[in-house]
Every structure is written in structure tokens, then in C-alpha cells.
């Protein structure tokens, strides 16, 4: 089965950019909502520092016995059904009164009762809506102001201190510059002019030119304010996003892995499947043909007479029996494969001297080839033993002798060496062959892989020799490794460690 890789990984990369570009998009939005909502808690916080800066001037005349005055506001319909919004503040040291109405007109002078009354229900909706709401408490605010600068002036240190609770409840520590000033102008407004008349800067702060002012006025004409100077704001709304912009960030990167790692099992797979469609084609050839062999030589010796000719029958029997036992080989090296990953499969080690297992196979790989084979055989020291599965250890030196033989050119000279070195055995196995191109060493352990040879066939296998060797290396706690030279041969090291 071919998977359609190309059409993956564009969906793949698709869906990663639509993700990106929603989380992009949502981070934006979210950044100008928290900008805004911090530009709106900072004028509130203008607001309410001043109304909680009259609140403490109103307790400080109650608690003044010399000046003791009373506060009172007045809020709703008068005796005569009259809609009307009144402060009324009474200095008791002076016997005077003073008395501020909120708004500038009052419906109870034209109106009769029962209109009054509907005009007032339809003003009460009014005041349902929000702006409304915020008009007429801000209307208020103001009201109470006119009537309370009367009897003492707004305290500056107290609104700076208050202004300073207010920012860090918000979460703004940064320094700031406020300013309380007057402006005005002359009686044919001429000339215009503004006052500072208190100033208060913190931690040395000198402001920018990208530093941000948010005026607060506390009466209708805009004469008297506060002025509070910011740096931008950005860097603050940034550091309270950081939770959702490191979740985000976090989200992205596991969803990038999380897609590379598919990417990558993809190819993989892609690379499997097209190894196995190899295998399976190759192993089918090598399979039927040491049958079609056999049974053509069975064949002979059953149908043509053969088998009364001494000679022609045991050079058949010959033929057959090779056959049979590279088949067998073929099968056993598969079983092999198949067992090794199974949960149960078990080595079963001892110790024993290599050459027991070598030697006969030295005999029996000169024996098969279909070319001049030279095999020297090395031990050192004598009476070396190493701690193996016996079958498993034989079937390795087995793979690394046929591709030694299979990759030499002409007469395969093939050198076997067994020595100890700090506790390990080594088995080394050298040919003379055509060897192994540095780009490809990498891969010869990986299943089914064979080396490519362009457009020759000569050599056949099915890419699992090598694999089997790797594999049955590391069940023993051993490593595998290569080295090669192009044309030069290949040095195949196997390390088993000693027994104690």
C-alpha cells in the first residue's frame, strides 16, 4: 500500500498554520480587550481615588471639633412630585448652608404632578442604560465636589497615596508622574493659561516621549484635574498575559511535535512498506529457487534414467541436498526474525570455545561456494572460550562468512580473529570484497536494507542477515559495528562480554 505522503503532509501543515493563525488571532483580540479594560481601570482608578479622597476630608471635618459640619444628599422627588438631585452640606461653626443641585433644570416649576411623575419613570429608564448610569454617577461626583472644596480644598498627598493603592490593586507598580493642575482663562477668553499647582513624581521618574497622560477632571467645565503620566502600558498587559501566552506557546510546540513525530512514523512506515514489497519479492524468488532445483534434479533421477548411473545419481542427490539446506537456511534465518520478538524467546547461554562452532562452519561455507574460498581462522589465546546461545552465536559468525564470501569479487579471502580485551570477546570478521560506501554503513543493520549496486544483480540476500546479527548481538548484551572501505573490503567486530 503506497500512502498518499505528499497530501499528509500538506493537511498536516495546513492544519498547523490554521491553528497558528487562531491562536494569533485570539492572542491579538485578547491583547486590545486586556489594553483597553487597563486603560479604563486606570481612569477609574482616577475616579475613585478622588471620591475616596473626599470621603477622608468628610471624616476629618466630622472628627473636627472646631469646624463640625454635616453632609447630606438628597436623592429622588421632592413633597410637590418634583425629580431633583441635591447635596446639601451645613457648617455648624458658621450656621450657614449650602446647597448644590445637580442638574441645571428642575421639571417641578411647569410640569403638573401627574406628568412630572411620568417624566420621572421615563428619566429612571434613562438611567438603566450604562452611559446613563455612568453620567449621572460622574454628575454626582461632581456635585458633591462643588460642595465639598467650599469648606477645604482637595488634599494632593492624600490622592497620590490612594491613586497608588488604586494602580497596584490593578496590577501597576511601574513609576508615574502626577500632576494636579488648573486652567483658565481670561473674561473675553483671550488668553487661556494653566496652573500646576502640586506635582508628584515617583522613584525619579522623568517620562518619555511615547509616555501616555490620562487626565481625570473632577468639574463640568474641565478647570480642575489630575493629570497621571504612564509609560505604555503594553509591557504590563503582556506580563498579565504571560500564563496564557506561555500555555499557548507550549500548546503550538507540543501540536509541532506532535505532528513531526506523525510526519516522521509516515516516512518510516512509507520506507517499511516499500522494504517489505522488496523482501517479499525477493524472498519469493529465493524461495522457489532451490525448489524448482531440487525438483528438477528429483526429477531427473525419477523419469529420465538417471538414477542407473551411478555418477549422475549422487552428483543429483548431491544438487538436491544443497538445495534443501539452503532452503532450510532461507527458512530458519526467518523463523529466526519471528522468534526474536517474541516475549518468551530466551537465549540460552554457556560457555564454550568458539572454535567448536566456527570451524565446522568454515568447512561448510567452502564446501557451498560457487567460488575459491580462503578462510584463516585466529584465536588468541588458546583455550579462549566465550559466554553465547550456541545455535544463535553460530548462525551470527554463519551471516558475517556468506556476506564476506557473497561481497568478494573473484577468490574471497576471508580473516576470523577471536581475542580478549578489558573483559569483553571479540570476534572480528574481514574480507578483501567490494565494500561499503561510508553514506550507506549506517543502514546495513536496518531490516530488509540491502546496498544498492545500480543496475547489477549478481549478488542475491533478502536484508536480513545483517539485521539478525545486529539483533542477536544486543539479546546477548553485546554491540555489532562496521568498518568499510570502497573496494577495499569490510571488518565486521562483534563484542560479547566475559563470563565471570
Known amino acids: 500500500m503506497k500512502l498518499p505522503l505528499r497530501y499528509i503532509t500538506l493537511l498536516v501543515i495546513l492544519s498547523l498554520t490554521g491553528v497558528f493563525a487562531y491562536q494569533t488571532y485570539w492572542l491579538t483580540s485578547l491583547y486590545h480587550t486586556q489594553r483597553s479594560e487597563m486603560e479604563k481601570d486606570i481612569r477609574e482608578a482616577l475616579r475613585t481615588s478622588d471620591y475616596n479622597e473626599m470621603i477622608v476630608r468628610v471624616r476629618r471635618m466630622q472628627n473636627d471639633s472646631s469646624a463640625?459640619?454635616?453632609?447630606?444628599?438628597?436623592?429622588?422627588?421632592?413633597?410637590?412630585?418634583?425629580?431633583?438631585?441635591?447635596?446639601?452640606?451645613?457648617s455648624v461653626k458658621h450656621g450657614d448652608t449650602i446647597r448644590v443641585s445637580i442638574w441645571e433644570h428642575s421639571v417641578k416649576d411647569t410640569v403638573p404632578a401627574p406628568q412630572a411623575a411620568l417624566q420621572a419613570d421615563i428619566a429612571s429608564i434613562l438611567f438603566e442604560n450604562k452611559n446613563s448610569a455612568d453620567e449621572l454617577a460622574s454628575n454626582f461626583q461632581q456635585g458633591l465636589h462643588a460642595a465639598m472644596d467650599v469648606l477645604s480644598d482637595p488634599d494632593f498627598a492624600v490622592f497620590d497615596s490612594l491613586l497608588e493603592t488604586e494602580l497596584r490593586r490593578i496590577g501597576i507598580r511601574a513609576p508615574y508622574r502626577l500632576m494636579y493642575l488648573h486652567r483658565g482663562s481670561t473674561a473675553d477668553s483671550s488668553y487661556t493659561f494653566t496652573d500646576t499647582l502640586n506635582v508628584k513624581t515617583t522613584g525619579g521618574y522623568l517620562p518619555s516621549p511615547k509616555a501616555i497622560t490620562y487626565d481625570y477632571s473632577y468639574d463640568r467645565h474641565g478647570?480642575?484635574?489630575?493629570?497621571?503620566?504612564?509609560?505604555?502600558?503594553?509591557?504590563?498587559?503582556?506580563?498579565?498575559?504571560?500564563?496564557?501566552?506561555?500555555?499557548?506557546?507550549?500548546?503550538?510546540v507540543i501540536l509541532g511535535l506532535a505532528f513531526g513525530f506523525l510526519i516522521r512514523t509516515l516516512l518510516r512506515q512509507k520506507t517499511l512498506e516499500e522494504m517489505k514489497s522488496d523482501f517479499t519479492n525477493n524472498i519469493t524468488h529465493e524461495l522457489k529457487t532451490p525448489i524448482a532445483v531440487a525438483y528438477a534434479a528429483n526429477d531427473a533421477l525419477l523419469n529420465f534414467g538417471t538414477g542407473t548411473d551411478p555418477a549422475k545419481r549422487e552428483r543429483y542427490l548431491h544438487i538436491c541436498q544443497e538445495q534443501l539446506r539452503r532452503l532450510s537456511g532461507l527458512v530458519e534465518q526467518i523463523l529466526g526474525m519471528s522468534m526474536e520478538r517474541r516475549k518468551t524467546f530466551r537465549l540460552h547461554v554457556e560457555a564454550f570455545p568458539p572454535e567448536e562452532v566456527i570451524a565446522p562452519l568454515i568447512e561448510q561455507h567452502k564446501l557451498k561456494a560457487d567460488k575459491p574460498v580462503g578462510i584463516t581462522?585466529?584465536?588468541?589465546?588458546?583455550?579462549?572460550a566465550v559466554c553465547a546461545d550456541r545455535t544463535h552465536f553460530g548462525n551470527i559468525v554463519s551471516n558475517l562468512i556468506d556476506n564476506a564470501i557473497k561481497y568478494s569479487p573473484g577468490e574471497?579471502?576471508?580473516?576470523?580473529?577471536?581475542?580478549?580485551?578489558?573483559?569483553?570477546?571479540?570476534?572480528?570478521?574481514?574480507?578483501?570484497?567490494?565494500?561499503?560506501?561510508?553514506?550507506?554503513?549506517?543502514?546495513?543493520?536496518?531490516?530488509?536494507y540491502r546496498v544498492p549496486t545500480g543496475n547489477l544483480h549478481d549478488v542475491k540476500g533478502y536484508g536480513l542477515g545483517l539485521y539478525y546479527v545486529k539483533t542477536m548481538t544486543e539479546k546477548h548484551g553485546g554491540t555489532v559495528e562496521v568498518k568499510s572501505e570502497p573496494g577495499r573490503g569490510s571488518e565486521f567486530t562483534i563484542k560479547l562480554r566475559m563470563k565471570n
Open 377 to 384: 581462522l585466529r584465536i588468541e589465546p588458546e583455550g579462549l
Open 223 to 252: 478647570n480642575w484635574l489630575y493629570r497621571l503620566t504612564l509609560e505604555p502600558i503594553e509591557s504590563i498587559v503582556l506580563t498579565q498575559m504571560a500564563g496564557i501566552l506561555t500555555a499557548s506557546a507550549l500548546i503550538l
Open 412 to 448: 574471497a579471502r576471508v580473516e576470523i580473529k577471536c581475542r580478549t580485551e578489558n573483559g569483553w570477546f571479540i570476534l572480528s570478521v574481514r574480507d578483501q570484497g567490494i565494500g561499503i560506501p561510508h553514506d550507506k554503513q549506517r543502514h546495513v543493520f536496518d531490516k530488509f
Open 68 to 90: 463640625q459640619a454635616q453632609v447630606t444628599v438628597s436623592t429622588g422627588y421632592d413633597d410637590e412630585r418634583a425629580f431633583t438631585k441635591t447635596h446639601t452640606i451645613r
